[in-house]
């Protein structure tokens, strides 16, 4: 299984991630619009919220099997079928899959690796686990 | 999913077809939840043409069972009856249906005049056609005329293309009519999610109870699945026209079919909804786990869930079939949503389930449901305590195109008329209607689906059989008249109303005949005691039933308004509205339409077109005052047996309410009292109630009041003037 693994102590909230999936996928620097989202958390610190390609909730509850699993293991929606029911954002117990304005579907991280590079912290990383 | 498999030779179906009439139409995609059009059919002449939906038809009936009953009015004469060939099956969506993010979205609003009562009829319906229908470019379909022989009417929303043909070869039962029609049509595996098809079934054809099945491919089960506009015996039309199947393709779906002015907030609001189900359902209804049968217990519990024909509230036996038990039977984890977007996803289904009697008995199926009505009507009501037999009547029920609720309110009757010796062995040809027999149930209804036998005679629904019982079996007249739970011609859904005054009211004012879908007070009423005078009985009265018309004005399900309930409901004004889900349905609503509505003016797109129906009822004869009241069985105890079981209640309400001292009088005398009392408060409530909604004491909509609303059609006048002179 192939994921961003995140470690939230090294995070300094420089927001570099959210940039590049933004950019990645949408061609536009929108916070909203990144697949991994930097939170600031009360008490100091950040908490890196991602897809870990485990809790796979939504593929159960997409009612047009429009999200599977790829060979690498990492959970992908297909824009083909999905119908933008939003089923899959509700149900994920991390808050990974995303919508935002002005976009038709929901969307993930893919574990591309595009924001690794520009973590200044090696706060995230690619991991393949078996 | 373990089921039997049902071969389907294609090619073997199309050589039989003959193709009668084929029309093709400009495709054009829904503008703000629009098409602006419908389509017309008439299976007699085969005219196929498209009707323009003008704009004050818009601004006067929204949509969806609006439309259905506009256009059903201009269609027929004062003295249409049911099997007339001007009489129609319309099936309408609403500007909302349809829409995928919101839950309970894809309802289809079906009406048509009832063989059971004479007059229209309603019946909201998941499955896929309706939206399918819409996004192929129309409002409503209105089927009109009989076919010779048996057709299909198939619409494909992606090449505008319709089409009637003959189809002599294909099934006429349901569970395997569905199957075929996704063989025809798609063209490989996907599309078969694209199709869905509205039939009935054998039983159907031989009985006024028929329903009607709307399909949805589910492609995790790989089966084609039914749910049912079961009341009121549409499926009896449509076998009566002839027609096997109404089939319709569409593939294209998305977030933005309908057009949505505001699709951000649309999506907002149904996110909102689904986060709230996901969070909540497990702790409020369990919606998600076994649908609408978490409410066996419930109702067990509150003494309201009808038991021997609505004698009684609870049963020893009743934890037998409680969700639990059905629990073990429904397949789990899956999406079971009638369209796209439900997370509430009640429409539950047991697989593999391999059913013991019958035409298709040894054979594993797929079951939709159960659902708490069939539970409670098949079920309770008919002393069958055994999950498994529910089951089993659930499936004929649906395949052979016969109203679960119907058939178990009747066969309740049927069964009281056995113990009470109206019925005897001779009298039904050897079936054994004992409560709980459900073998002889079953036989009974695969007697309706061959036309055959006592079935001929229970097919007629509890109205005619009355009269039959009387004519042929000597019946007493008042006991029928007490014990046929029916009124306007329609059996009553499962709830024993006898301790709710308002909800008496509920059942027999509704326009239709005696559904829950206009009103559903009891807790409101009888536990919570929230409505103690007639007053406030009168408005909630009147603000539900015309809240909950919406619903079939949008094409919208009922159960997300308020099967679950944001975490703060109980700290809100009037909990029973749920305001914060009615904010959602404006806030949806103006979002796909790009109007401006506000509650109040929810409130009056419905109270315009439920007048509108209630006139066009008395324009074939009926609406009147006489036509609302309901039989005692629903309103009190008939019997002493009935009386005793709830006496330490009904000797205080003689105390408290009517000042009788019930010391020393027999049950007789105090059942007597009692009825007396309660006939009296039931015509009080009927007086409020009538002058809440702007009725005269004969229930007939003022002119002033048409006027005030905005439903002052001249033809509706005429009908009106005509019954107030
Ligand atoms: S939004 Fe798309 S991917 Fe998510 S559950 Fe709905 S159809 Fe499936
Ligand atoms: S791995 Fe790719 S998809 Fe995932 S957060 Fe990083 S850039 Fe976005
Ligand atoms: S709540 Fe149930 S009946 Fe209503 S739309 Fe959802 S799945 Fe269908």
Known sequence: MKYLKTYDEKCIGCNQCMTACSMAFFKEDIPAKSAIQVIEKPDGGYHLVVCDQQYRKCVDECPTQAITINKQGVVMINKKLCISCFACVAVCPIDAMRRCDGVLNPFKCVACGVCVKGCPTQAIEIVTEE | ?725
């Open chain 2, 1 to 725: 999913m373990n089921n039997t498999k049902i071969h389907t030779d294609v090619d073997a179906l199309k050589a039989r077809h003959v193709l009668l009439k084929e029309f093709r139409y400009e495709l054009r995609p829904v503008v703000r939840g629009y098409n602006m059009r419908t389509l017309y059919v008439n299976v007699s002449s085969n005219e196929i043409r498209e009707k323009p939906v003008s704009e004050e038809m818009k601004q006067k009936f929204t949509g969806g069972k609006g439309f259905g009953l506009k256009l059903l009015w201009d269609a027929i004469s004062d003295t249409t009856r049911w099997n007339d060939p001007e009489n129609e099956i319309n099936i309408a969506m609403g500007p909302i249906c349809g829409n995928t993010n919101y839950p309970g979205s894809g309802k289809s609003l079906v009406v048509s005049i009832s063989p059971l009562t004479d007059i229209p009829i309603d019946s909201n319906v998941g499955g896929y056609f309706g939206p399918y229908l819409k996004f192929s470019g129309f409002d409503a379909i209105e089927i009109q005329g009989k076919a010779e022989r048996d057709v299909i009417v198939y619409i494909d929303g992606n090449q505008g293309l319709i089409q009637i043909f003959e189809a002599p070869a294909e099934a006429v039962d349901s569970h395997i009519l569905a199957e075929q029609m996704v063989e025809l049509f798609a063209d490989n595996d996907l599309e078969k999610m694209h199709i869905s098809a509205v039939s009935a079934g054998r039983g159907a054809e031989h009985a006024l109870i028929g329903c009607l099945n709307f399909s949805f491919y589910d492609r995790r089960r790989k089966v084609a699945r039914l749910k049912q506009a079961g009341r009121g015996g549409i499926g009896t039309v449509l076998r009566d026209k002839k027609i096997k199947a109404v089939v319709v393709k569409y593939s294209g779906l998305s977030g933005k079919s309908n057009d949505p002015a505001d699709l951000d907030t649309l999506q907002r609001t149904g996110l909102k909804l689904h986060k709230e189900i996901i969070a909540l359902d497990d702790q409020q209804c369990r919606m998600r786990q076994i649908g609408t049968a978490h409410l066996v217990e419930i109702m067990d519990e509150y003494d309201l869930l009808p038991t021997h024909n609505f004698k009684f509230g609870r049963h020893a036996d009743s934890p037998k079939i409680n969700s639990h038990a059905f629990y073990e039977l429904v397949t789990h984890g899956l999406p079971d949503g009638c369209w796209f977007g439900c997370t509430m996803a009640c429409a539950k289904a047991a697989d593999g389930f391999e059913l013991v009697t019958g035409p298709y008995q040894g054979q594993r199926v797929t079951v939709d449901g159960p659902e708490y009505e069939t539970v409670g009507g098949c079920g309770s009501n008919v002393g069958i305590f055994n999950p498994r037999a529910i089951m089993e009547i659930n499936f004929y029920c649906d395949t052979y195109g016969l109203d679960t609720i119907s058939f178990g309110t009747m066969t309740a009757f049927i069964m009281e008329c056995w113990e009470k010796g109206v019925l005897n062995a001779e009298r039904t040809g050897g079936l054994d209607f004992t409560w709980g027999n459900w073998r002889d149930t079953l036989e009974m209804m695969h007697q309706i689906a061959r036309g055959e036998g006592f079935g001929l005679i229970a097919g007629l629904g509890t109205r005619k059989m009355k009269e039959y019982f009387i004519d042929h079996f000597d019946a007493d007249p008042q006991l029928m008249q007490d014990i046929g739970c029916e009124c306007k011609g329609l059996e009553y859904s499962q709830y024993v109303s006898k301790e709710s005054l308002a909800q008496q009211g509920g059942y027999s004012m509704a326009l239709k005949g005696p559904q829950h879908d206009e009103a559903w007070l009891i807790f409101m009423d009888m536990v919570n005691n929230q409505i103690p005078t007639f007053t406030d009985k009168a408005e909630a009265l009147h603000y539900f039933p015309m809240f909950r018309t919406w619903f079939g004005l949008q094409g919208l399900c009922k159960l997300p308004w308020n099967d679950v309930e944001p975490a703060n409901n109980a700290q809100t004004d009037e909990p029973a509205k749920v305001p914060e889900h009615v904010q959602n349905y404006v806030d949806i609503y103006n979002a796909i339409t790009g109007g401006n509505l506000n509650k109040k003016e929810l409130i009056l797109q419905s109270e315009r077109v439920y007048n509108f129906q209630k006139v066009l009822c008395m324009r074939l004869g009926r609406g009147r005052r006489s036509d609302d009241i309901p039989p005692f069985r629903m309103m009190g105890p008939v019997t002493v047996e009935e009386y005793e079981s709830r006496q330490d209640r009904y000797d205080q309400q003689l105390r408290e309410k009517v000042g009788v001292d019930p010391a020393g009088k027999s049950s007789e005398e105090k059942l007597r009292i009692l009825r007396h009392y309660r006939e009296e408060q039931y015509q009080h409530l009927l007086n409020a109630v009538y002058k809440r909604k702007g009725w005269t004491s004969e229930g007939v909509p003022t002119p002033e009041h048409l006027r005030k609303i905005g439903m002052d059609l001249p033809e509706v006048l005429a009908v009106v003037e005509r019954h107030l002179r």
